[in-house]
Nanobody
Framework: VQLQASGGGLVQAGGSLRLSCVAS????????MSWFRQAPGKQRELVAD???????NYADSVKGRFTISRDNAKNTVYLQMNDLKSEDTAIYYC????????????????WGQGTLVTVSS
């Protein structure tokens, strides 16, 4: 199983970016899909997650500005980021809990490689 994240870049404060993360490989089902971020010198933190039935959860710092969504047919999770602030600068990682065909009742957590978001003030 692989997760491929994309969509990061340099944006001015107040701007928007949309991140994508595609899962591929031996996939029977995908449960929770999440976005985390890690800023320089800080611990990795949860930004948002979404269940297979599209229930969502957000960090307080991004509520009202970020929207997580998923396309189950494409095994893809998105993060729409609006009104970006300098404090949103970080490497963004996707994570997905995926069950394989061999072990359909035992999901395993997989990480994407990260995509850098830089917000200039």
């Amino acid at each position: 199983v692989q997760l491929q994240a994309s969509g990061g870049g340099l944006v001015q404060a107040g701007g928007s970016l949309r991140l994508s993360c595609v899962a591929s490989g031996n996939i029977f089902s995908i449960n929770v899909m999440s976005w985390f971020r890690q800023a320089p010198g800080k611990q990795r933190e949860l930004v948002a997650d979404i269940t297979s039935t599209s229930n969502t959860n957000y960090a307080d710092s991004v509520k009202g500005r970020f929207t997580i969504s998923r396309d189950n047919a494409k095994n893809t999770v998105y993060l729409q980021m609006n009104d970006l602030k300098s404090e949103d600068t970080a490497i963004y990682y996707c994570k997905a809990w995926i069950a394989s065909f061999q072990r359909p009742n035992v999901p395993t957590g997989y990480w994407g490689q990260g995509t850098l978001v830089t917000v200039s003030s």
